[in-house]
């Protein structure tokens, strides 16, 4: 689980730069001070402040001593240089001030910009590589692009909170400190005079914040369901667009953006009541100075002259801008301890569990599946009381009616998904004791709809193998039937597929995805209608093919069209997800039983 005071740990390889950024801006904030005192001399010039009857000033502890002892020494330099030139020096002074507060500002920006966008990297990889090791069941339950929002949107809301959480350490108590100090030393009772009236203004912004964080939250979940709209409509654009079904997607999408819409009108107006609420505050605490610094003046209860009430309403101000800072981020910090909420959701879920696995075996003996039973998550059991044997070199169908838990039981092989109950074993080793890795490098799998990245064809054949040399590449596209037409290609192999393939006819995708899991010579194969997405031609090469390289190998086809499984070694028919019977083609036809009759089906069709 990700908090706020871990992204401090994901910043430890940025540890120089933060010390830079607080240590530049502790220099803008000198500087920031410094150019308003240039500008004193100005006040008492243009003011006209009486010089004639100054009196030497002896420095003592008390911060009245200092402010007079300043406010004398700057007369003698005025009554020493006169005022024409007084003010061409100063003039200096106050561009070099604001000219190296600005280049510090410049350099702890150029710290923080390598920062906020290094542990945003961290935090993105690290949940990226979190999302590829959750199981395949956790894909079943979250949308697509639910997902996709937490990857991107919630992310941006954490990195603009993570701005926020490095300006509130780093740079907004500096910028507050150093002014505060200054004005104590310009006068004690006026600044705490302000302090008592500040923690007004930080009652009624948290009162908002609260607020903030619940619809900030109820917004990112709304942007989720756009976005899983988008997805779903753009993954189906032929069948929307097949079926006249444009209106309805606009109209479906309209319900769920204008209701994300009402949401953010919220949440932004709450956010952005944060700069004018801090700054009305302030503005009544400047009434309140004035009203009591004059009383204070007009009393002669205090050193300040004119020009040095001037220059602490000045420096006051400069208050302002970081207290709205301040206000700004803990308002970012609401908002994005929402998102924050969102991404731990995907990184406290449990993944595959793969420590301490032993290495797979040779594979000389059988695959045995032992009383297995499987449910997806809570639900009921859709694999019940499954036995089964598969001795190495046998091919295997799985056949029957549609949900009767097929793809379901080839997937518990490789452990996409673990068993309620029951036990996998290959050559006696229980599958759960084996590493991960190890035991999916023993299968090569074909899905029913070939699955490719957008990338060479070289590389998706290769995929999670780089090591395979160039014939063993083409030896697999040969024994797929695709060298041919990767050849054609404009690079060959070289040449980049497109986004799912899209660049290759369906034919070519599947028989592309099965050269891919032919080419690292797994032992056994894991084929789910591996010839369904075919033209008649390309299935008879492909089918030819496939018995080719399934001759020496353990073979698990799932198959609808029982034409292609004829030949297999071993039936067996799921029905309901138990096993209804299983034996040859020969042996299930003379039973007269479930198989019969779907294969007196598919040929009457």
């Avoid at 060479?456 to 395979?468: P, Q």
């Amino acid at each position: 689980m990700l908090k706020f005071k871990d992204i401090f740990k994901l910043a430890r390889p940025y540890r120089l730069q933060l010390r830079l950024f607080f240590g530049f801006n502790v220099f803008a904030a000198l500087f920031n001070v410094v150019s308003i005192g240039v500008i004193i001399p100005f006040l008492k010039v243009i003011f006209k402040e009486n010089l004639d009857d100054l009196q030497p000033v002896e420095l003592t502890s008390s911060s009245d001593s200092w402010l007079a002892y300043f406010d004398y020494q700057t007369s003698i330099k005025i009554l020493e240089w006169g005022q024409s030139q007084t003010l061409i020096y100063f003039s200096v002074g106050l561009v070099l001030a604001f000219l190296l507060k600005n280049l510090f500002v410049y350099l702890s920006f150029y710290n923080l910009a390598y920062i906020r966008s290094g542990v945003v990297r961290d935090i993105r990889e690290r949940l990226y590589n979190h999302i590829l090791r959750l199981p395949l069941g956790y894909f079943n339950k979250e949308k697509r692009g639910d997902t996709l929002s937490r990857f991107t949107n919630d992310v941006k809301e954490v990195e603009w909170s993570l701005l926020g959480v490095i300006e509130l350490y780093f740079k907004h108590p500096v910028a507050i400190l150093i002014p505060l100090i200054t004005m104590f030393v310009m006068s004690y009772q006026l600044t705490l005079f302000v302090l008592i009236v500040l923690p007004v203004s930080g009652y009624l912004i948290s009162r908002i914040g609260k607020r903030l964080k619940q619809a900030a939250q109820a917004g990112q979940e709304k942007l989720a369901d756009v976005l899983s709209h988008l997805e779903e409509s753009l993954h189906g654009i032929k069948i929307i667009k097949a079926f006249g079904a444009i209106k309805d997607k606009e109209e479906g999408f309209k319900v769920q953006n204008d209701e994300h819409f009402r949401l953010m009108v919220k949440v932004n107006r709450k956010e952005l009541l944060a700069s004018p609420l801090s700054e009305f505050m302030s503005s009544i605490v400047i009434a309140s100075l004035l009203i009591y610094t004059g009383s204070l003046i007009l009393n002669k209860e205090s050193a300040l002259t004119g020009s040095l009430l001037i220059a602490y309403i000045i420096i006051f101000s400069q208050l302002i801008p970081p207290a709205k800072g301040i206000t700004e981020a803990f308002f970012r910090l609401k908002k994005g301890a929402a998102s924050l909420d969102r991404i731990n959701d995907v990184l406290v879920a449990e993944v595959e569990k793969d420590k301490d696995g032993l290495p797979a075996p040779d594979f000389s003996q059988s695959i045995e599946l032992k009383d297995v039973n499987f449910a997806y998550g809570d639900g009921p059991l859709v694999l019940k009381d499954i036995n089964l044997s598969i001795r190495k070199g046998e091919t295997v169908a799985l056949v029957g009616p549609s949900g009767g838990g097929k793809s379901t039981l080839a997937d518990l092989i490789p452990r996409f998904h673990e068993l309620k109950s029951g036990s996998i074993t290959i050559d006696g080793q229980n599958i759960r004791n084996i590493e991960l890795y190890s035991l999916r490098k023993m299968m090569g799998i074909v899905t029913q709809d070939a699955i490719l990245f957008n990338d060479t064809a070289a590389n998706n054949i290769k995929m999670g193998d780089y090591y395979l040399s160039g014939d063993q590449l083409m030896t697999a596209a040969k024994v797929a039937n695709a060298h041919e037409f990767i050849r054609e290609m404009p690079d060959s192999y070289n040449t980049n597929i497109g986004e799912k393939g899209m660049n290759l006819s369906g034919g070519q995708r599947q028989r592309m995805s099965i050269a891919r899991a032919v080419a690292c010579e797994p032992p056994i194969l894991i084929l789910d209608e591996a010839t369904s997405a075919l033209d008649t031609e390309s299935e008879k090469m492909v089918q030819d093919a496939l018995e080719n390289v399934m001759k020496d190998r353990t073979s698990i086809v799932i198959a609808h069209r029982l034409s292609t499984i004829q030949n297999a070694d071993k039936i067996v028919v799921l029905d309901k997800g138990q096993i209804a019977e299983q034996g040859t083609h020969a042996e299930l036809m003379a039973k007269g039983g479930i198989y019969k009759k779907l294969v007196d089906l598919q040929t009457f069709s």
